[in-house]
């Protein structure tokens, strides 16, 4: 059962390690860190992708900046609570990684394929040079009964045949990890820049289900 879910989730990136470890969380005794990625894009842009990974998988004392890391594992949300709000907080859960001499193949440095379901109605839009845009939030299940909510960016043909899905379609999707800079406003007089992650859409799949 916990295999067959794990297939509905897969993430693989290779990037250079460019932080030290933070502390994330504690289960069972089990501590959790957060490590930096630079990935790399086809068009020169770096995407930040943070990691998440067990004191037990690897040595979190060590400094490991500017190694290069393949990375491979699921894309995982959980809520952090934020005063009165709760915030979605998105990172590779590692559940394996190898370090890496050299890396040319630029097209294989950031991959993520998801099964899962549309849990809020899609919201279609243009740019103002006329992009259309589709975001989703799709649901995809976990063992022991949880799932991770997972927003996905979808463009051009791609956001016109998502943005038709009704809530609960089951969707397969494959694309890539991104980070995107953002600021949000915290009052009438301050702002904060927040970095925000999702899956940028490269093909879908709409799983209808067959008929008995």
């Known amino acids: 059962?916990?295999?067959?879910?794990?297939?509905?989730?897969?993430v693989s990136v290779i990037g250079e390690v460019i932080s030290e470890f933070t502390f994330s969380h504690e289960v069972f005794g089990e501590g959790f860190y957060i490590l930096e990625l630079a990935v790399n894009r086809l068009s020169d842009q770096v995407d930040i992708i943070p990691l998440m990974i067990s004191?037990?998988?690897?040595d979190v004392h060590a400094d490991y900046r500017g190694k290069t890391m393949e990375a491979i594992g699921q894309f995982r949300s959980y809520n952090r609570h934020e005063g009165l709000k709760n915030r979605l907080v998105l990172s590779i859960f590692v559940r394996e990684f190898t370090f890496m001499e050299s890396f040319t193949d630029y097209t294989k440095t950031n991959q993520i394929f998801l099964?899962?379901?549309i849990c809020k109605e899609p919201?279609?839009?243009k740019t103002p040079l006329?992009?259309?845009i589709a975001d989703l939030l799709v649901a995809v299940n976990?063992?022991?009964g949880k799932s991770d909510y997972i927003p996905c960016i979808a463009w051009g043909r791609n956001a016109r045949y998502a943005s038709q899905f009704p809530v609960g379609s089951r969707l397969k999707i494959w694309g890539r990890v991104q980070s995107r800079e953002y600021t949000k406003r915290i009052s009438e007089t301050e702002t904060e820049k927040r970095i925000a992650y999702e899956v940028s859409v490269s093909k879908?799949?709409?799983m209808i289900p067959e008929e008995a």
């Open 1 to 10: 059962m916990s295999e067959k879910m794990i297939e509905n989730n897969r």
């Open 55 to 58: 004191e037990r998988l690897i």
């Open 115 to 117: 099964d899962g379901f």
């Open 123 to 125: 919201i279609y839009r």
């Open 130 to 132: 006329g992009r259309e």
């Open 142 to 144: 976990r063992p022991y």
């Open 204 to 206: 879908l799949e709409d």
